[in-house]
């Protein structure tokens, strides 16, 4: 079968001069319906109909058939049926001619042999290239504005609208003539929305360059009850902050699918790493993001070696694996080995909710006291808070104890509720909304430490390992009291009986060194530093 692809390129554009030509993500607008056309599996010849000498050029480069237009065929109100007829061989020796228009650069070739294969299938005069696109729209009868629909529904619930995008027309040969290309059978084809766009105005124009330069984005995360699920939190937050939809994998073997929450991104279980060596080497990512603590060398150049056009971000990450990483963020720690590795709370990504929320004010007395140890809890520190403050001693005192999604033996910890003065929670939505109803804190080193700063809330802290022995921002010098790793119940009882004295004044001293931090603009700047790769 012999299917020919007609592209119509004159040089005359009065809206955007010189649009066929323009350089679009480092292509000539044209290029992108030639690449099209020519690695289509199902066309079998390329013709593209013009009177510019650098739209000749570009095709000839791309080894296409030139039909040069005649200057009758050039003016504004020649009709493309005429155009299209023009450069039909006489004998009719094609099947089917697609009129493909240099000014849908975001089609792609699997969309376009699909609505070719479907005309073929289906024995069709013409199929054209059309979005549904249903809106509650109005329209004009006996001189007055009027719906054009019975019932105001959802979008989603609306009949289908079916609105042309210019992309392509494909026809029979045996209906092509100067006044038309439509047949009697004819049907649309549904195209996905981001390959609709039709360059005609310089919005379009900014619209198109945006779709052709985005980023393609995968990420790989895991979180449990001893690594912690900081990092799934923090994940979600990253993918957020793109103009697209990133590929979110995990490692079924660590990770729980349940500690995502209810989120609606894309996530991907997979069941080890050449698992994920071989999604990736399938998509053409062009950044893809690591939050899975330490890295190794040998981990990391298998994923080079599936992915070797895309920019590497690591997460929280201290291993050997940081050398062959294009960009390394360690916000919680302080060390920068090589340049690639931002560290130190400057790059701490916050919570998008924390933004909303104001520091504390603090009060004159403490009246209420927050608890929580991140999602997983590994060391048991909120089972061992709350035997202590369960004693007679503490009743003037409120405590909400928060646990996490990873956190053992929940339902335990859930009877200590029965005392009026401990409200333990999990899973909470709205972390700051909580926080800010307390007056200190007491948690351990990692994000809950500098959702607490942000705050403003003073805070005793402690590590839940030794990785987190070397976290920086939540000591001392930086408005928290941390006493170490696995302390001894008696410490803990006197650092919280410190706390819930402490004086007015040195608390607020605790919170202006809380606050000196930019914690609120790490976000930005990781993200700038992303974007610029």
Request: hydrophobic share 40%.
């Amino acid at each position: 079968m012999k299917i020919a692809a007609i592209i119509p390129a004159r040089a005359g554009s009065r809206g955007i001069p010189n649009k066929n030509i323009r350089i679009i993500g480092e292509r000539p607008l044209i290029y992108y319906s030639l690449f099209n056309a020519v690695n289509s599996e199902l066309i079998t010849e390329v013709v593209v109909s013009t009177d510019s000498p650098e739209v000749k050029i570009i095709a000839q480069q791309m080894g296409v058939k030139i039909h040069w237009r005649d200057e009758s065929l050039c003016g504004d109100a020649v009709t493309l049926d005429a155009v299209i007829a023009d450069a039909v061989p006489k004998n009719r020796e094609w099947d089917y001619i697609v009129t493909m228009q240099p000014t849908s650069p975001t089609l792609r070739v699997q969309t376009l042999d699909a609505a070719i294969k479907y005309t073929i299938d289906n024995n069709l005069d013409t199929v054209i290239s059309a979005i549904n696109a249903p809106h509650l729209s109005w329209g004009v009868k006996n001189g007055k504005k009027v719906p054009n629909y019975i019932e105001r529904l959802n979008r989603q619930y609306l009949p289908p609208c079916y609105m042309e995008t210019g992309a392509f027309i494909i026809s029979k040969a045996s209906v092509v003539t100067p006044k038309t290309r439509i047949g009697t059978k004819v049907d649309i084809f549904e195209v996905p929305e981001d390959e609709s766009q039709d360059v005609d105005t310089f919005d379009d124009l900014c619209s198109v360059a945006a779709i052709l330069s985005r980023q393609k984005v995968g990420i790989y995360v895991n979180g449990n009850n001893k690594r912690g699920i900081g990092h799934i939190y923090r994940v979600l937050e990253i993918a957020d902050e793109f103009y697209v939809k990133p590929d979110i994998y995990y490692d079924i073997n660590q990770t729980d699918p349940k500690v995502f929450g209810n989120t609606k991104h894309n996530l991907i279980p997979v069941d080890g790493i050449a698992e994920l060596y071989q999604f990736c080497k399938e998509q053409n990512y062009t950044i893809f993001i690591n939050d899975i603590l330490t890295t190794s060398i040998d981990y990391m150049i298998g994923l080079k070696s599936v992915m070797p056009n895309a920019k590497i971000v690591n997460f929280e990450d201290d291993g050997e694996g940081t050398i062959k990483a294009d960009l390394v963020f360690n916000a919680l720690f302080r060390d920068e080995d090589f340049p690639q590795i931002k560290a130190g709370e400057r790059y701490y990504i916050s919570g998008k909710t924390f933004m909303f929320y104001e520091p504390i004010q603090i009060k004159e007395m403490v009246n209420r006291v927050f608890i929580s140890f991140g999602g997983a809890d590994p060391q048991n520190y909120s089972d061992r808070l709350l035997n202590i403050i369960n004693k007679p001693e503490y009743k003037e005192y409120e405590f909400i104890i928060v646990l996490g999604r990873a956190k053992y033996n929940v339902d335990t910890l859930m009877e200590f509720n029965k005392y009026d003065n401990i409200k333990v929670l999990y899973d909470v939505a709205n972390m700051p909304e909580l926080m800010t109803s307390c007056d200190i804190g007491i948690t351990s080193r990692g994000r809950t430490g500098y959702e607490l700063a942000i705050l403003g809330i003073p805070a005793i802290a402690m590590a839940q390992n030794k990785r987190e022995e070397k976290h920086g921002f939540v000591c001392n010098e930086n408005g928290f009291s941390y006493i170490g790793l696995n302390p001894a119940d008696e410490i803990i009882e006197s650092n919280l009986q410190m706390y819930l004295r402490m004086s007015k004044e040195s608390r607020q001293h605790f919170q202006d060194m809380l606050l000196s931090h930019d914690l609120r603009g790490g976000r930005k700047r990781v993200m700038s530093l992303i974007n610029s790769l």
